[in-house]
């Protein structure tokens, strides 16, 4: 009997030690032939530029035909199954009418043919095949294990076509590169520069790591710890290598580094692991992926950008385990592009900052570090989007197109010319922003917006003090939670959130009480539901949990002690029973810590506005909190009903959709009428044609990562509020979104800030 989940449960256990995407496609093959006991398994994939179908991986034909043997959609048995997208299964193979016979496969002995096409959210992947020669049909049990392997095969295969191009398989190392090869991926960093590419690659990749047992614990915890030290000794270094080159404000980046590298779980997780008999690379990784993992599943995507950085480090802990020191710097003199699948802010270090030009990075986002780095040189960065082939990219001439987020290789001269003025006209628009730091957020007709940050970590403290931020609009009191093996204990609690209020004093520090749930789960208090989402979150979570919940307070309560600088934000409110609820546990702590001797305010309280019964019962929620702050990327999510994080509707998550500003209107009106001062966090209030209208709502305070300050400022500081709020009387009788951003975004281009949102528009 077949099994093809089993099939599939071998090939995902298996595919974890492989390196690369070809190794895991020949392992697919492997296992489907030898399940099947057929003759021969192949998997062909569409290539995207050409439409083409190129074998690229068999188990029973000439493996010299992989690489060679390619087809256009309609042509052949493959072609025709891919072009009518249905099963084909014949027990004579070539008196099919579509049969071509390719000499290279050597597939004149198989009679029998049975084909399913690969598909993933109705685009075509490509299609596997199995062949035998005996001229019989395949059976109806052997057509449902090939339809079933496709079907589950499609979701991983379609993010590999995404992040590998087909042609990396194909055999052409030695092509020439053809004129404006063309990458395109995400908005890492604006600008526009031109280089001779430079291929940054690892040869240690620590996810590549199998899992091995060690006969020498000791001798596994002396290696570990040694290469542990030599990464800590090669950051130090490389972060006076950038001194005089990055603002302070950046160069704590490195110090983000450094503190994952300090962070004593991660080693003692580690060592815990080499303990239980496997070696210091096995337990490196398995720290790496747990820890990654928890910053990975946030829907937050600052926070999701956490898990590279970890990644980076660990990759860089493993070389120094297989002896690669990292190397002293490496020698350019001409203007370079770093090009790789995963560049950490160490790689950077390595070159001479003069003749760093542009980093394009395969993995990550704008969020990432790498981006944020590149900001801060005030070069261009396009991150994601998927693989490169380096044979057919390094040392050639490149330009980038950070606000497109496009590459083009071997560009043709006039497309060089054209990019070169760009460039030029976007240096004289980026050199005021750093002038703006000490400058207020106010229009010119005098409508002042406080710009606070964003924050959930201690390290992040000083890029937002750096920036002129006027407080913290956000503090994520989840991720310490989510950073330690078990609850963290109050008087932990209090040293963490003691810094973050220290920083910014006397300006505020909301601080969002534990907001776990959804895609935030702890590792050690773990729980599934059919739609997270919609379930056990945010405040209900606390309030089911009030030995948690009331400890928390108290520790937030003391760390404010003598600096009363503290607000506290309540996640996911949706019953006014709620906030009663919580407003109990608030005066059971204060009257706990004051009978104690502590004297402690009652800070003031704010709900989050991210679900539309709060936006419904404003009125009445006003009457049991001083504060409200719109969460933009969960209230965008429950208005629309999309989950932005799933591919299949993620294009319909939009915060200019006319049902999302009309309702944040609405929300900023009602709080008005009731004197309730009304804040808006999130990626929204980092949206340059986004900002016109939260000022033209009147909106007073905007809540934003650290590094997007400046842009927002920028908008404030240029559109008067009377003109916004002319173009918000106008954008909120519009149904359409996409009119909206042409109205918005031609609006930035006529007041000067077109710089904001594309090249040359200054």
Not at 279 to 294: C, G, N, P
Not at 375 to 382: D, M, R, S, T, Y
Request: proline share 5%.
């Amino acid at each position: 009997m077949l099994e093809p989940l089993k099939t599939l449960r071998e090939i995902f256990q298996d595919a974890a030690d492989l390196k690369a995407a070809k190794d895991l496609l020949e392992l697919i093959v492997e296992r489907v032939q030898q399940s099947m006991t057929a003759d021969v398994c192949s998997i062909y994939l569409l290539e995207p530029e050409s439409s083409e179908l190129a074998l690229v991986a068999t188990r029973g034909l000439d493996q010299v035909s992989v690489g060679q043997v390619t087809l256009r959609v309609g042509e052949g048995l493959v072609g025709y199954i891919a072009q009518h997208q249905s099963l084909l299964n014949v027990d004579n193979a070539s008196e099919h009418p579509s049969f071509k016979y390719f000499p290279e496969t050597r597939e004149e002995r198989y009679s029998a043919f049975l084909g399913v096409p690969i598909i993933s959210f109705r685009k075509l992947i490509g299609v596997i095949t199995v062949q035998k020669e005996d001229a019989s049909y395949f059976s109806d049990e052997q057509e449902a294990f090939v339809i079933t392997i496709a079907a589950q095969l499609a979701g991983p295969l379609s993010q590999w076509v995404h992040a590998e191009d087909v042609k990396t398989f194909l055999a052409q190392p030695d092509v020439p590169i053809q004129s404006n090869l063309k990458f395109q991926g995400v908005k890492g960093a604006t600008g526009m520069a031109i280089g001779r590419v430079r291929w940054m690659h690892s040869a240690y990749e620590l996810a590549s790591v199998p899992d091995r047992l060690a006969l020498d614990s000791g001798y596994e915890l002396e290696k570990f710890n040694r290469a542990l030290n030599l990464a800590k000794e090669e950051l130090h270094n490389s972060g006076r290598r950038m001194e005089g080159t990055l603002p302070k404000d950046v160069l704590a980046l490195f110090s983000v580094y450094k503190m994952i590298l300090e962070d004593r779980e991660l080693s003692s997780e580690t060592e815990q692991f080499i303990r239980e008999g496997w070696s210091a690379a096995t337990a490196l990784r398995k720290t790496v992926e747990a820890h990654a993992r928890i910053f990975a599943k946030m829907d937050d995507p600052y926070l999701q950008a956490k898990a590279d950085d970890i990644r980076h480090i660990g990759n860089r802990v493993y070389a120094n385990m297989q002896g690669d020191d990292g190397g002293d710097g490496l020698q350019v003199n001409e203007p370079t592009i770093l090009v790789g699948k995963d560049i950490s802010i160490t790689d950077i270090a390595q070159f001479p900052p003069k003749f760093l030009a542009g980093i394009v990075c395969s993995s990550g986002s704008s969020l990432s570090h790498i981006a944020i780095l590149a900001n801060a040189l005030g070069i261009p960065a396009v991150m994601g989007g998927g693989g490169i082939n380096p044979s057919q990219i390094d040392h050639a001439e490149a330009v980038i197109d950070g606000y497109r987020a496009v590459v083009v290789f071997n560009p043709v001269p006039n497309l060089r010319k054209e990019y070169r003025r760009l460039a030029r006209q976007e240096a004289k628009f980026i050199k005021g922003l750093d002038e703006l730091r000490e400058l207020p957020a106010e229009t010119p007709d005098g409508f002042r917006i406080k710009l606070y940050a964003n924050t959930g970590l201690v390290a992040d403290i000083s890029p937002g003090l750096l920036r002129g931020a006027e407080g913290v609009g956000l503090y994520r009191s989840e991720i310490p939670f989510m950073l330690h093996e078990s609850f963290p204990s109050e008087d932990e609690q209090v040293h963490i959130y003691r810094k973050i209020l220290e920083a910014y004093a006397p300006n505020p520090v909301h601080m969002r009480t534990l907001d776990i749930g959804g895609d935030k789960n702890l590792p050690y208090f773990s729980f599934s539901e059919e739609n997270p989402f919609l379930g056990w979150r945010g405040i209900r979570f606390t309030l089911d949990n009030t030995s948690i919940f009331l400890s928390q307070i108290r520790a937030m309560l003391r760390a404010s002690e003598g600096l009363d600088n503290l607000k506290i934000l309540l996640p996911m409110v949706s019953h006014l029973d709620e906030l009663k609820a919580f407003h109990g546990l608030l005066e059971e702590a204060v009257s706990q810590l004051r009978s104690a001797g502590i004297k402690v305010q009652r800070p003031p309280v704010g709900a989050m506005i991210e679900v539309p019964s709060a936006m419904v019962m404003l009125r009445d929620i006003a009457k049991l909190v001083d504060f409200v702050s719109i969460g933009s990327n969960d209230f965008t999510q429950y208005i629309l009903a999309v989950d932005r994080n799933n591919p299949k509707v993620s294009d319909l998550y939009n915060w200019l959709n006319p049902a999302v500003i009309r309702s944040i209107g609405h929300v900023v009106q009602s709080a008005q009428k009731y004197n309730l001062p009304v804040s808006l966090c999130g990626e929204m209030a980092a949206d340059p044609a986004a900002v016109i209208l939260l000022l033209g709502m009147g909106v007073e305070m905007l809540s934003l990562s650290a590094y997007n300050l400046p842009k927002t400022k920028l908008v404030i500081r240029t559109m008067t509020h009377e003109r916004a709020a002319e173009l918000w009387t106008k954008v909120k009788r519009k149904s359409d979104e996409h009119r909206i951003r042409r109205l918005l975004e031609s609006e930035l281009d006529r007041v000067g800030l077109g710089g904001l949102i594309r090249a040359g528009a200054a």
